[in-house]
């Protein structure tokens, strides 16, 4: 099979029949074998309804849904998972991201080698208060993930090459790092495709404000992970060894020092009235609690086995 088209969506009914028609169009036009893979990530209005009645009019069609609302990552993996395509493209239900560009995006995996390629809206139809954030989210991803040919990191529209999608996992709301996740897997030739973007036509927007400061957590998150994630007593113990040596050395020099003046004869106060012995008491407790946790961490680090384990209801 050419392609897998992956549709993540939530409470789209209103462009589900025409963003079909339109991806059917495309796929026809250029003689492609291909799949469409709608993720009902928990809609509450008629998406499944649509999505079951596509199933029967079109081969091509199939489709995963939630019991409720988990988020794009989580549709993303479920759609990752089920994919066959030798071309994994993903792209938004909302008619935003143009099916137009499918063609395109395909030969750039195909014939350019390329192993991921991100769409770049260059004219955006949004408005100031969300492109002027992007920007900013952007120029931090770039820097802190080391990829600095993508202008937009959080654009819907992407492809893959199969051994991408199937050699990384996307959870929580990582979605906005996957050039991110598939250099560290070992995948690099990541590419940029100037992509067309369209006013919404249906409906409004699902994401708020927030999910730009939860995009810069997510970000130190993912760096965190990526260095130090397999290896937490690195970061964790250096860090605890060295704030324990400073409050070692630190109360050791007040002993020494009391020892010396109690040699000559003076008493001077308790240790107990200087403020630097229980500045060095804490430190060293707080470098043992860092210590510790870097060495319960690589205990525990990533042994969650349920960490996408999504309650699917249907799948079809």
């Given at each position: 099979?050419?392609?897998?088209?992956?549709?993540?969506?939530?409470?789209?009914?209103?462009?589900?029949?025409?963003?079909?028609?339109?991806?059917?169009?495309?796929?026809?036009?250029?003689?492609?074998?291909?799949?469409?893979?709608?993720?009902?990530?928990?809609?509450?209005?008629?998406?499944?309804?649509?999505?079951?009645?596509?199933?029967?009019?079109?081969?091509?069609?199939?489709?995963?849904?939630?019991?409720?609302?988990?988020?794009?990552?989580?549709?993303?993996?479920?759609?990752?998972?089920?994919?066959?395509?030798?071309?994994?493209i993903t792209m938004d239900?909302?008619l935003q991201d143009s099916?137009?560009?499918?063609?395109?995006?395909?030969?750039?995996?195909?014939?350019?080698?390329?192993?991921?390629?991100?769409?770049?809206?260059?004219?955006?139809?949004?408005?100031?208060?969300?492109?002027?954030?992007?920007?900013?989210?952007?120029?931090?991803?770039?820097?802190?993930?080391?990829?600095?040919?993508?202008?937009?990191?959080?654009?819907?529209?992407?492809?893959?090459?199969?051994?991408?999608?199937?050699?990384?996992?996307?959870?929580?709301?990582?979605?906005?790092?996957?050039?991110?996740?598939?250099?560290?897997?070992?995948?690099?030739?990541?590419?940029?495709?100037?992509?067309?973007?369209?006013?919404?036509?249906?409906?409004?927007?699902?994401?708020?404000?927030?999910?730009?400061?939860?995009?810069?957590?997510?970000?130190?998150?993912?760096?965190?992970?990526?260095?130090?994630?397999?290896?937490?007593?690195?970061?964790?113990?250096?860090?605890?060894?060295?704030?324990?040596?400073?409050?070692?050395?630190?109360?050791?020099?007040?002993?020494?020092?009391?020892?010396?003046?109690?040699?000559?004869?003076?008493?001077?106060?308790?240790?107990?009235?200087?403020?630097?012995?229980?500045?060095?008491?804490?430190?060293?407790?707080?470098?043992?609690?860092?210590?510790?946790?870097?060495?319960?961490?690589?205990?525990?680090?990533?042994?969650?086995?349920?960490?996408?384990?999504?309650?699917?209801?249907?799948?079809?």
């Amino acid at each position: 099979m050419d392609i897998s088209v992956i549709v993540p969506l939530f409470n789209e009914e209103e462009s589900l029949p025409e963003l079909h028609a339109w991806i059917q169009r495309v796929m026809n036009a250029n003689g492609f074998s291909y799949e469409i893979i709608f993720v009902n990530d928990g809609s509450t209005d008629n998406s499944w309804g649509i999505i079951e009645e596509l199933h029967r009019k079109d081969e091509h069609v199939h489709g995963i849904k939630f019991r409720r609302n988990y988020g794009k990552s989580p549709a993303l993996y479920c759609g990752f998972k089920a994919a066959k395509g030798d071309v994994v493209i993903t792209m938004d239900a909302d008619l935003q991201d143009s099916p137009d560009e499918i063609p395109g995006l395909f030969r750039l995996i195909t014939e350019d080698k390329f192993d991921l390629v991100s769409g770049y809206k260059q004219k955006r139809y949004d408005p100031l208060s969300k492109t002027l954030p992007t920007k900013l989210f952007n120029a931090t991803a770039r820097k802190i993930s080391g990829v600095h040919n993508l202008h937009d990191f959080n654009c819907g529209l992407k492809a893959y090459r199969r051994d991408v999608v199937k050699n990384i996992e996307v959870y929580g709301e990582m979605h906005r790092y996957i050039p991110y996740l598939a250099k560290e897997a070992g995948f690099a030739r990541i590419g940029e495709k100037v992509v067309h973007h369209q006013a919404r036509k249906y409906g409004k927007s699902k994401f708020g404000i927030n999910r730009f400061f939860n995009g810069y957590l997510d970000l130190l998150t993912l760096w965190f992970l990526t260095n130090f994630g397999k290896k937490p007593m690195h970061v964790f113990g250096l860090l605890g060894s060295f704030v324990f040596f400073i409050g070692f050395i630190a109360l050791i020099s007040l002993f020494v020092e009391k020892t010396v003046m109690l040699f000559n004869g003076e008493y001077g106060d308790l240790l107990s009235n200087h403020a630097s012995f229980y500045i060095a008491l804490t430190a060293i407790l707080l470098g043992t609690q860092l210590f510790l946790a870097g060495f319960i961490g690589d205990l525990i680090s990533r042994s969650n086995p349920r960490r996408n384990d999504y309650q699917i209801e249907k799948e079809m």
